[in-house]
């Protein structure tokens, strides 16, 4: 017997579990992970390098722990781009937006405390939850992936966590939340117990509707989180933020480890935001391309679920595991989420796109 992970003294509840994370296969069509298929235009590569030698000559140095040229930019972004204004002090960022999660778990929850989502939703967020001791609660989410006003309202006044997640477009559903959903469940948040509402938009640059940033109006207890992982195309620089409170950015602070943001990922950000104009430029055509996957699909036979991101989830399927293997073995890679009956796929370019609709027509007609 090989000395293992149960051999270790770790903490009860991580005992016997698996890390997260989408098997990394190298298939010829990777649609399983909700990235951008489009790579950096050269002009944004050059002045990464050319910002990150800059940055290389002070490496001797920690980076600016307050990231305040970053943030500044980000809340340049948000205001332009919602309407609704920010500045440097309602930003924070992180290392991706499972940092952000993480460090608001660390500052709202912990142990003793609970956290609640609306499930299937975004597995990490009971997973960042399990990690920094909080307790988990799965609340409930409609036949159709809505989620439910009544049922939730309950759920809240019963349970009175500290912590509500709100994933809108949700993952892996594709389904957006309406304002007045986010509205009613901040209320009976804070009815229950004052907590802290996390509106999660890793997705939102892909709606139909728009951000839910003006929310933030005299709600201090209201978070909204996002990334630059998606719709700019570069999950490899892990950067997520949140608008919030100035309050909130404070509190995280907290938590936060001292330059959490290394110099070389701060000036590869600030290289991408100057890029804004091209990176969101392939937003149009990927929102077009889900469109397209959603009624292919539908003309082909498939159950899809309404999307507002970059991606759809399809089915119905006795056995989803099986059909997942199934497209696999026709070298297109998607995305087994544990939603009984269900897979997802990321919208990728026009041809990826093609090959996976080839394969899935394959099989309807192999099953009829
Ligand atoms: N939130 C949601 C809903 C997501 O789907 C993801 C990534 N899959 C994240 C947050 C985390 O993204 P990142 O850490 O790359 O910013």
Same mark, same amino acid.
């Given at each position: 017997?090989? =000395?293992?992970?149960?051999?270790?003294?770790?903490?009860?509840?991580? !005992?016997?579990? @698996?890390? #997260?994370?989408?098997?990394?296969?190298?298939?010829?069509?990777?649609?399983?992970?909700?990235?951008?298929?489009?790579?950096?235009?050269?002009?944004?590569?050059?002045?990464?390098?050319?910002?990150? !030698?800059?940055?290389?000559?002070?490496? $001797? %140095?920690?980076?600016?722990?307050?990231?305040?040229?970053?943030? +500044?930019?980000?809340?340049? /972004?948000?205001?332009? @781009?919602?309407? /609704?204004?920010?500045?440097v %002090?309602?930003?924070?960022?992180?290392?991706?937006?499972?940092?952000?999660?993480?460090?608001?778990?660390q500052?709202?929850?912990?142990?003793?405390?609970?956290?609640?989502g609306?499930?299937?939703?975004?597995?990490?967020h009971?997973?960042?939850a399990?990690?920094?001791?909080?307790?988990?609660?799965?609340?409930?989410?409609?036949?159709?992936?809505?989620?439910?006003?009544?049922?939730?309202?309950?759920?809240?006044?019963?349970?009175?966590?500290?912590?509500?997640?709100?994933?809108?477009? $949700?993952?892996? +559903?594709? +389904?957006?939340?309406?304002?007045?959903?986010?509205?009613?469940?901040?209320?009976?948040?804070?009815?229950?117990?004052?907590?802290?509402?996390?509106?999660?938009?890793? #997705?939102?640059?892909?709606?139909?509707?728009?951000?839910?940033?003006?929310?933030?109006?005299?709600?201090?207890?209201?978070?909204?989180?996002?990334?630059?992982?998606?719709?700019?195309?570069?999950?490899?620089?892990?950067?997520?933020?949140?608008?919030?409170?100035?309050?909130?950015?404070?509190?995280?602070?907290?938590?936060?480890?001292? #330059?959490?943001?290394?110099?070389? @990922?701060?000036?590869? &950000?600030?290289?991408?935001?100057?890029?804004?104009?091209?990176?969101?430029? #392939?937003?149009?055509?990927?929102? &077009?391309?889900?469109?397209?996957?959603?009624?292919?699909?539908?003309?082909?036979?498939?159950?899809? @679920?309404?999307?507002?991101?970059? =991606?759809?989830?399809?089915?119905r399927?006795?056995d989803?595991?099986?059909?997942?293997?199934?497209?696999?073995?026709?070298?297109?890679?998607?995305?087994?989420?544990?939603v009984?009956?269900?897979?997802?796929? +990321?919208?990728?370019?026009?041809?990826?796109?093609?090959?996976?609709?080839?394969?899935?027509?394959?099989?309807?007609?192999?099953?009829?």
């Amino acid at each position: 017997m090989t =000395f293992g992970i149960d051999d270790l003294p770790v903490r009860d509840e991580l !005992r016997g579990k @698996t890390p #997260y994370g989408a098997p990394q296969l190298d298939v010829p069509v990777r649609l399983n992970t909700n990235e951008n298929p489009y790579p950096l235009p050269e002009a944004l590569v050059e002045r990464i390098a050319e910002r990150v !030698r800059e940055a290389a000559r002070d490496l $001797n %140095r920690y980076p600016d722990r307050d990231a305040v040229e970053l943030r +500044t930019r980000l809340a340049a /972004y948000l205001t332009e @781009t919602s309407g /609704y204004a920010v500045d440097v %002090r309602n930003l924070w960022a992180a290392n991706g937006s499972n940092e952000v999660i993480q460090q608001l778990l660390q500052t709202f929850g912990g142990p003793g405390r609970t956290a609640i989502g609306f499930e299937p939703s975004y597995s990490m967020h009971g997973l960042i939850a399990r990690g920094t001791g909080t307790g988990w609660i799965s609340g409930p989410r409609r036949e159709d992936f809505t989620i439910d006003v009544p049922a939730a309202e309950k759920a809240i006044a019963e349970h009175r966590p500290d912590v509500v997640f709100i994933t809108t477009p $949700n993952n892996p +559903t594709g +389904t957006a939340v309406p304002a007045e959903t986010v509205l009613a469940l901040h209320d009976a948040a804070q009815a229950a117990k004052p907590s802290m509402v996390v509106v999660d938009e890793a #997705y939102i640059e892909f709606s139909h509707g728009a951000s839910l940033l003006p929310l933030l109006d005299g709600r201090p207890n209201l978070v909204i989180s996002r990334t630059m992982s998606k719709a700019f195309g570069a999950a490899g620089l892990r950067l997520g933020y949140l608008a919030a409170h100035p309050a909130v950015v404070d509190a995280v602070q907290l938590v936060r480890l001292p #330059y959490h943001l290394s110099a070389v @990922t701060q000036a590869t &950000a600030l290289a991408a935001l100057e890029h804004t104009g091209t990176l969101l430029k #392939y937003v149009e055509q990927l929102k &077009a391309e889900r469109d397209r996957l959603v009624a292919e699909l539908r003309a082909a036979g498939y159950e899809v @679920t309404e999307s507002d991101a970059n =991606f759809v989830q399809f089915g119905r399927f006795a056995d989803s595991h099986e059909v997942w293997r199934k497209i696999l073995d026709r070298g297109v890679l998607v995305r087994d989420n544990g939603v009984p009956g269900w897979l997802r796929v +990321t919208a990728g370019t026009p041809q990826e796109n093609d090959a996976f609709l080839d394969a899935v027509r394959e099989l309807k007609k192999e099953q009829s």
